[in-house]
């Protein structure tokens, strides 16, 4: 079989792979960014309760193997509680809650970086403590976090590839698929690389320009 | 009744006691202008007003209701105590006029065009008109404290702060921001300023506040206090600053 051949087989089932690959990161995504604002909300707040379930949660999940956190998911949370759930939840859950607990951080010190100024001119304005974060502070602090933010973003959307260990067949699960059939392990992970590669890097592009778009820093300004 | 009733007002920072004890009534239309060496407490005394600090102890009134950063009206009460600072605070996402909108559509729900219409008067009586549609970080700084009198005064309030408003102005912007600070009084606002403008303090207000240590050191009509200090440490302290 050709190279060309190889190719033409293989392409199909790598897009399907990467169709999984994307949905799953998007969704993992979506919740992520929900966990990771809140979390970080609470891990300022001044209440110890809310305080201390931020700080436990990033704890936890900076402080475990992805991996593992899939397995526990998956095989023993399953288990414990006597439930069916299929890969796809599964992996969307782990994956929400890991980079959720990054994306904690990272909101945390984008916040923590917005001049308290702003705060105090909001609420002089007579802005509640809600309307000051949500118009004031968050649209400031995700500014600031940008680029990290984007970096997340790319980090998890190769995570996925994590949750081809408990068979859900996203795009290196499929890599794999292929190989096992035919043996042509060097030209299918290039082929695999390449379109990881390609997402990926239209992600840091479109960010870089996201950046400039929404920059607040005028050259002319103080 | 007073606009503003102050009575035993103390705060502290950890062991440090900024404010040791201030009683003081502002009356509607007044402009009483608070000066004093840095570190000195004026700008605490001046953001106890509307409780951006919580008093430790003593109570402060505006209209007969009660300050308390904790109580829920508090957003209510604020909305009628405009704040102008020294850094101007603009929120720097927002566009000029969206900075002035933007507690009138979310406290009073204002809507959008009327908010707008309010919106480019207040910027056409600073001066600011033209730049509606710009960025705060494109302005220089006594544009942006310009717009930040706007914005202010965008929720129509009834008593205005000043917290050194010219202080991180460069020195040729320092006349157009008291210009309009000058109309304002002229205009009959109650405003509570704590300044080194001395000239501003003299022309301008009707009673001045030497606030040092944590005190009132000593008030009276700018005449009196600028004219005639009673208290030496008021003395001193205006030697320093007129020769300067």
């Known amino acids: 079989m050709s190279f060309f051949e190889l190719l033409a087989e293989s392409m199909p089932l790598l897009l399907q792979g990467l169709v999984l690959t994307l949905e799953l990161a998007a969704v993992s995504l979506v919740f992520a960014m929900v966990i990771g604002v809140l979390s970080a909300l609470m891990g300022l707040s001044k209440n110890p309760v809310l305080h201390g379930i931020s700080a436990g949660f990033v704890a936890v999940i900076r402080c475990s193997p992805l991996l593992v956190q899939t397995f526990f998911i998956y095989f023993g949370l399953t288990e414990a509680l006597d439930i069916r759930m299929d890969a796809f939840t599964a992996g969307a859950i782990a994956l929400s809650l890991n980079a959720g607990g990054y994306l904690s951080e990272i909101f945390r010190g984008g916040i923590q970086a917005v001049d308290d100024g702003q705060t105090e001119a909001a609420r002089s304005l007579g802005l509640s403590s809600a309307q000051t974060t949500w118009h004031i502070i968050l649209p400031q602090a995700i500014r600031i976090c940008l680029p990290s933010m984007v970096n997340q973003w790319c980090i998890t959307i190769k995570d996925t590839s994590i949750i081809c260990v408990i068979g859900l067949a996203e795009l290196t699960c499929m890599g794999q698929m292929i190989i096992a059939r035919t043996y042509r392990s060097f030209e299918v992970w290039i082929m695999v690389f390449v379109l990881y590669f390609a997402v990926i890097y239209a992600i840091t592009i479109a960010s870089r320009y996201l950046e400039r778009k929404v920059s607040l820093d005028v050259k002319s300004g103080d | ?244």
């Open chain 2, 1 to 244: 009744m007073s606009k503003v009733e102050i009575r035993g007002l103390k705060k502290r920072f950890g062991n440090n006691e900024v404010l040791k004890g201030i009683d003081c009534n502002i009356e509607a239309g007044q402009v009483v202008c608070v000066i004093g060496p840095s570190g000195s407490g004026k700008s605490t005394f001046l953001r106890c007003i509307n409780c951006l600090e919580q008093p430790t102890e003593g109570t402060i009134y505006v209209d007969g209701n009660l300050m308390d950063a904790n109580a829920s009206n508090i957003d209510e009460l604020r909305e009628d105590v405009g704040m102008v600072f020294q850094h101007f605070n603009l929120f720097p996402h927002l566009s000029v006029i969206d900075n002035v909108t933007i507690a009138p559509l979310l406290r009073k729900k204002m809507e959008k065009d009327e908010a707008e219409k309010v919106a480019r008067e207040l910027l056409e009586s600073v001066g600011m008109l033209e730049k509606a549609d710009a960025m705060p970080n494109s302005l220089s700084g006594g544009q942006k404290q310009r717009v930040a009198i706007a914005r202010a005064l965008a929720m129509r309030p009834s008593l205005m702060l000043f917290d050194e408003p010219t202080s991180a102005l460069d020195p040729e912007m320092v006349g157009e921001v008291l210009d309009v600070m000058r109309r304002l009084a002229e205009g009959g606002m109650t405003m509570v300023v704590v300044t080194h403008e001395m000239g501003f303090a003299r022309q301008v207000s009707d009673r001045v506040l030497f606030i040092d240590g944590g005190v009132i050191a000593e008030e009276g009509t700018p005449d009196q206090v600028f004219g005639n200090p009673q208290n030496e440490r008021t003395q001193n302290f205006l030697k320093m600053v007129l020769q300067a």
